[in-house]
Every structure is written in C-alpha cells, then in structure tokens.
C-alpha cells in the first residue's frame, strides 16, 4: 500500500513578502498638461538610463518650446526640465499606483500593463519591478518574474524581498540550489526575515536534505511563534526521518495555532498510521476530510487505514472517491487493487493494477502484484511474464 505524499509547500509566502511594498491605498492622478506632458512621454519611451531620460527630456521640451527670442539655455532649460520631471515622476507612481491596486485585486493582466507604464516613465523604479514580478508569478510565468526580481534588485541590491521571491520562483522551477542561494542572500540582509528561513527549509527537505530542513523551520518558529505553515512543515521533514512521534508533536502544534489546517490533520494520520494506531490516523484523515472534502489524498490515505484493519470493502469507497477526485493518481489505483485482491476480486484487481502501470510504468509492485492476480486465475505465462519486468525494475522482488 502508498500513502500519498506528506503536504508542504510554499503557498501564500509571496503575498508576505509582496505586501511589503504593496501600499494600501491608490492616490488620485494627477492632471498635467497634456502638451508637454505627452512629448515628455514619448520621449522617455525610447529612454534606457535615467541620465538619458533626463537629456531626452529636456531635448523635446526645448523643440516645443522655442521662440523668436529663447531665453538663456543654461537657466531656462534648466527650470523647464526640473518642471517636467516634477510631473513624468508623479505620473509613474500614478502607475504604480494602479499597479498594486490592481495586484491586491487579483487583475494581474492589468497590473502588469500599470507597471509597464510605470517603468517606461521611470527606468529606476525598483518596486515597479518588483511588484511586476510577484504579478507575473501569481500567473505562473516564474521565469519572467525572475527577470523581474534580478532587474529590482540591480537597482536595490538590498532588497532582501526581491531575493526571497526571486528564490521562490526558482524553486517552482525546480531549481532548489539556486532557491536557497537567493534565499540566504535574504537571511543575510535580513537575518529576521521569517519568510526566508522557512522558504529555504522547504528547499532544502525538496532536495531530501531534512535535518537542514528542520533547522530553517526551528529558526522561523523562534521568530514567529505562532506560525503554524513552519510547525506542519517541520513536522514533515520529520516524518521524512522516520521521527514520527516527533512529527506528530509538530503537526498537533500546527493545529493548535490553526484548527482549520487540513494539510496538518492529513499529515498527522500519516505519522500515526506509520506507528500502527490506524484507528487515531481514521480520525485525523476524516477531519481533513470535513476540512477539505476535495482532498484526494486523504481519502487514499483512509483508505489505506482501512485496508490495514482488514475492512477491505471501506477501504475501496475511499480509494474510488480518491480516484474521482484525481484520476492520475496511479497509488489509488494500485491500493485499491490490493483491497479487491484480498477480497478475491482478482480480476478486478488486475484492471487497477493495469491502470496503476498505464500511470507510472516505472511501478515495480503494480507488476509483481499483478503477476500474483494473473498466478490466482491460472493464467502462468502471463503472470510469468509480469514476473520478469517486476525483476528488471526491482530486484527485491525476486
């Protein structure tokens, strides 16, 4: 039997470390003229460097400007450009403004098209970058949002937000090392920076390295109490030890500070049914259940409490309901198979364990516990064959 894998994870970080720079009310634009104003733009388009924006500026401005008698260049274009930038800056935070109004709204589309104009207006603009990026992330463009995150801080290399988030796009792609390298750089700009240690613990339990893991998270406990995200996921990387007791004490931590965490009740059935107390891991899994009636993992999971106590026929309605819930899930497939097996329903059984390798053909104990089905109805030459595939991907087996 497969219990699904333990619930940790990232979710809901970036909105913490976003929020630092998202102010929480939008001013009005201001009214400039519109002449001056819209050259200004134009020009500032084509612009790459502060320095250029200000020359480029002032170049339009003393083409719209001129008159039989030009006033002295030094002084005047001087006063003109100063007047200019005191209205192009406030248009950028206007857009910027916009930008993360429409970012807490969730229109991320539209928050993008703010902090594009924002940046266009003011190449510097640190948080116009910043904030593009958290807006690219939260539409799954994680590379773009990289950009985005290294653009800000190359132009605020102290911006230990933008090395948190940057570090968090990373790792959804994959890319645990470097995850952790942006996330240290936080930790060393902010060493009380709780999102970071908890952000790098997760990073380092992706990359199986569990006592780092735990480290990070016991760091983001000290700093935060009450952070119950770190209790579940110190919990885990427990469990990944095989220190389940241990692991219980942290998910019950978890559920203490947020009674309505599913994650830490399904998490917490796991450790106690790795312990044998299948009857305590029913309830925890049922409770996840309540909590989250779409949580496919907990009904396989149940499912395999169920199996354990011998109550077969249980068992196979939760690993259905697992099923329906996430078609893809090849150990719901191969779990139920083992219930249909111990009831006598060999045929059946070979149909789920026949799905359970469509899913994953990688699964050397869906072959072998397939092979014993096709053994049961006679069929040897089948299950024989069945035999010699579990032996080349699992030699355990034989």
Not at 296 to 306: F, L
């Amino acid at each position: 039997m497969k219990i699904a894998a333990l619930l940790a994870g990232l979710i809901g970080i970036i909105l913490v470390g976003c929020s630092n720079d998202l102010p929480t009310g939008v001013e009005q634009p201001q009214i400039i003229d519109a002449t001056s104003a819209t050259a200004a733009a134009d020009a500032l388009a084509a612009t790459r460097t502060a320095n250029d924006v200000q020359e480029k500026v002032a170049a339009t401005l003393r083409a719209s400007t001129q008159t039989t008698a030009p006033p002295d260049p030094t002084t005047e274009s001087a006063s003109t450009l100063s007047k200019v930038l005191d209205q192009v800056l406030p248009l950028s935070e206007d857009h910027y403004s916009k930008g993360t109004y429409y970012a807490k709204d969730g229109q991320y589309e539209n928050a993008i098209q703010e902090f594009d104009q924002a940046i266009q207006l003011d190449p510097d603009h640190a948080k116009a970058y910043y904030n593009r990026g958290a807006s690219y992330f939260y539409l799954g463009q994680d590379q773009t949002a990289i950009n985005d995150y290294t653009m800000a801080i190359q132009l605020d290399p102290d911006h230990y937000g933008a090395y948190n988030n940057r570090g968090i796009s990373y790792s959804n792609l994959g890319q645990y090392a470097t995850a952790i390298n942006d996330y240290t750089k936080a930790i060393q700009l902010n060493p009380d920076y709780v999102n970071a240690y908890y952000n790098r613990g997760t990073s380092h339990s992706d990359l199986g390295q569990y006592q780092t893991a735990i480290n990070d998270y016991t760091k983001a406990i000290q700093l935060n109490p009450d952070d119950a995200n770190a209790y579940n996921n110190r919990g885990t990387s427990h469990s990944d030890l095989g220190q389940y007791q241990t692991a219980i004490n942290d998910y019950t931590k978890a559920i203490q500070l947020n009674p309505d965490d599913a994650d830490a009740y399904s998490n917490r059935g796991v450790s106690y049914s790795n312990l044998g107390q299948d009857l305590t891991a029913i309830n925890d899994y049922t409770k996840a259940i309540q909590l989250n009636p779409d949580d496919a993992d907990a009904y396989n999971n149940r499912g395999v409490s169920y199996e354990n106590l011998g109550q077969y026929q249980t068992a196979i309605n939760d690993y259905t309901k697992a099923i329906q819930l996430d078609p893809y899930d090849a150990s719901a497939y191969y779990n139920r198979g083992i219930s249909y097996s111990a009831l006598g329903q060999d045929q059946t059984a070979i149909n789920d364990y026949t799905k359970a390798i469509q899913l994953d053909p990688y699964d050397a104990g869906a072959y072998y516990r397939r092979g014993i089905a096709y053994r049961n109805l006679g069929q040897y030459q089948t299950a024989n064959a069945d035999d010699a595939i579990t032996c080349l991907l699992e030699s355990s087996y034989c």
